[in-house]
Nanobody, 126 residues
């Protein structure tokens, strides 16, 4: 079983950068596709970015494409989310999640992911 712990959140100003880190424990981490989601107060949890189990492909929400970059280091059991040019609308709790590679139609739906971290708060002031 994989457990996920996020870190790296904080309070920044618009235009700043942050790097979120998701540390995974468990021998099977490299098997999973991985994703980042976020949830702002009063809103549904939304997909931000994903990466395949082998790092061969990445995919992003339109709202972050070109500003955020997801990567993984399987040797360190870690997934990263580099966030540049942050905007106030990026303010949310960010969650790391593991996708067990079931045959599904969407790799961006929260229902596809069955392991979640506790979340890390990102606040962007204007």
């Amino acid at each position: 079983q994989v457990q996920l712990v996020e870190s790296g959140g904080g309070l920044v100003q618009a235009g700043d950068s942050l790097r979120l880190i998701c540390a995974a424990s468990g021998r099977t981490f490299s098997w999973y596709h991985m994703g980042w989601f976020r949830q702002a107060p009063g809103k549904e949890r939304e997909f931000v970015a994903g990466i395949l189990w082998n790092g061969g492909s990445t995919y992003y929400a339109d709202s972050v494409r070109g500003r955020f970059t997801i990567s993984r280091d399987s040797a360190k059991n870690t997934v990263y989310l580099q966030m540049n040019s942050l905007k106030p609308e990026d303010t949310a709790v960010y969650y790391c999640a593991a996708d067990p590679r079931r045959p599904v139609t969407s790799r961006t739906s929260p229902d596809t992911y069955d392991l979640w971290g506790q979340g890390t708060q990102v606040t962007v002031s204007s």
